[in-house]
């Protein structure tokens, strides 16, 4: 999913988010605007995760998600560079 593509369902996304995952707080999601780093690194200190697995724990989150919009991936919305 493109980043533009994402933050034109963000508002259905961040529900969903945290419907899936119990520790995400909507108002800070809120505050990030889409911002997929920001989103990788609030998943990891919440859920006890690596930057790393939580960018892949994303990544496969919105893959599932895609399916609901008849969307087709392009590349990783929540890539992650860290070497954590």
Same mark, same amino acid.
């Given at each position: 999913? =493109?980043?533009?593509?994402?933050? +034109?369902? %963000?508002?259905? *996304?961040?529900?969903?988010?945290?419907?899936?995952?119990?520790?995400?707080?909507?108002?800070? *999601? =809120?505050?990030?605007?889409?911002?997929?780093?920001?989103? &990788?690194? #609030?998943?990891?200190? =919440?859920?006890?995760? &690596?930057?790393? !697995? +939580? +960018? !892949? &724990? @994303?990544?496969? %989150?919105?893959?599932?998600? *895609?399916?609901? #919009?008849? @969307? =087709?991936?392009?590349?990783? @919305?929540?890539?992650?560079?860290?070497? #954590?």
């Amino acid at each position: 999913m =493109t980043m533009t593509t994402s933050l +034109a369902h %963000w508002p259905h *996304l961040m529900d969903q988010l945290c419907a899936q995952f119990q520790h995400l707080d909507l108002a800070v *999601l =809120t505050r990030f605007r889409g911002d997929p780093q920001k989103i &990788t690194r #609030y998943l990891a200190q =919440t859920h006890d995760l &690596t930057v790393v !697995e +939580a +960018a !892949e &724990t @994303l990544d496969d %989150w919105l893959m599932f998600q *895609l399916n609901d #919009y008849r @969307l =087709t991936p392009v590349g990783s @919305l929540f890539e992650c560079n860290s070497r #954590y």
